[in-house]
């Protein structure tokens, strides 16, 4: 099996997803907040679309962690590492499941999957991709010192704003022993 | 990571070499998605879309434990077709499915794949007797399913498509 590493936070897991994650993932979209990233998407559709985020990871050597609420378990959004075909440059994305907004949980994950990508991959510079009207969104990227630097319009996506992250030497504590 | 870590064994046949599907494959992939030819498999789809289905192709081994594999003749990496079993939502059961580019058809290299799939699926995989979903208008695809000994079951559908449903023979019964 493909060995994708699991990072730890405060409150939660990031790690690889998994056959069971599928309701979890399937019912974010099919649900219309789903718009703002591609969705809403059919059962068929969700299931080929999970199994390109592992084709993803092996493909390229990163991808989206299932992050999992480290006191009950669930798959509570898919965070991470991400340039899916089409995609301008690699990015930092975030979806997260209905019900687990408003927690800070997004703005947790995407601070040590930035760690990552920056001490790990070695990235020197990351965006984020959000689709006008996706405000929570943007207010993650916002939280995460990311500023908004025009737009880029997808194949399949639309427009969306780009937002590019602090480089890593802008980072204080940006070691990701910070979040670990 | 690589492909070496991913659960997907090479079955050899006299001909053929059926393997995990690979990055380099895409640009034929992407090819054979964009002709016409592709409309009984999903298909036409944009590059973006081969790639996802390439990726996706991949994770459905991950998910499943089993998947497509990509066809090659001994000695050349040409990629010339696909053989494995598929399953996802929408699915009544797994599914044995097969495609060859234009290259490569009218050699029998589409009946030895499926074969061989068929065999390691039903041997290692628990996975005796399944069905195959043949698009109507599919005449090359539903005479392979003849010859391969399955046999016309029901009408049925798969990602919207209406299909007819063939099984093939237990193992047994081979």
New interface residues.
């Given amino acids: 099996m493909p060995v994708i590493p699991k990072l730890e936070t405060e409150r939660l897991l990031l790690r690889g997803p998994t056959t069971g994650d599928f309701d979890a993932f399937a019912a974010f979209y099919a649900s219309d907040r789903s718009a703002f990233v591609g969705g809403p998407l059919t059962a068929e559709a969700a299931w080929r679309m999970l199994a390109m985020e592992i084709g993803h990871w092996v493909l390229k050597g990163y991808g989206r962690w299932t992050v999992e609420l480290k006191t009950t378990g669930e798959p509570i959004g898919m965070i991470g590492p991400f340039c899916p075909e089409g995609w301008p440059e690699p990015e930092i994305g975030w979806d997260l499941y209905n019900g687990f907004e408003g927690k800070g949980y997004a703005t947790e994950a995407a601070l040590a999957a930035r760690s990552y990508a920056y001490d790990v991959l070695g990235w020197q510079t990351a965006i984020s991709l959000v689709k006008p009207g996706n405000d929570k969104s943007a207010a993650v990227a916002v939280r995460l010192g990311a500023k908004p630097e025009g737009d880029f319009v997808h194949e399949r996506h639309g427009r969306m704003r780009v937002y590019r992250h602090p480089a890593p030497g802008d980072l204080a504590d940006g070691g990701i022993e910070a979040y670990a | ?3 070496c ?3 997907i064994p090479v079955l050899e046949t006299e001909r053929l070499r059926l393997r995990a599907p690979k ?1 380099s494959d895409l640009p034929r992939l992407t090819a054979f998605y964009a002709t016409e030819r592709s409309r009984a498999v999903g298909g036409p789809r ?3 879309e081969s ?10 081994w ?3 434990g089993y998947g497509l594999w990509h066809i090659q003749r001994h000695g050349d990496d040409a990629f010339l077709g696909w053989a494995g079993i598929l399953d ?3 699915w009544q059961e797994p599914e044995l499915a097969w495609t060859v580019m234009d290259e490569a058809e009218g050699q029998g290299l589409a009946f030895e794949a499926a074969r061989a799939a068929r065999d390691h699926s039903a041997r290692h995989l628990g996975l005796d007797g399944v069905i195959s979903y043949i698009a109507p208008s599919n005449i090359r695809s539903r005479k392979l399913a003849e010859r391969l000994g399955a046999q016309y079951e029901s009408e049925g559908s798969v ?1 919207g498509h209406p299909c007819h449903v063939y099984r093939h023979p237990k193992t047994k019964a081979r």
């Fill in positions: 990571m690589t492909a870590d991913l659960p990055l944009t590059a973006m790639y996802n289905s390439l990726a996706s192709r991949i994770g459905h991950v998910l499943r996802a939502p929408g990602a």
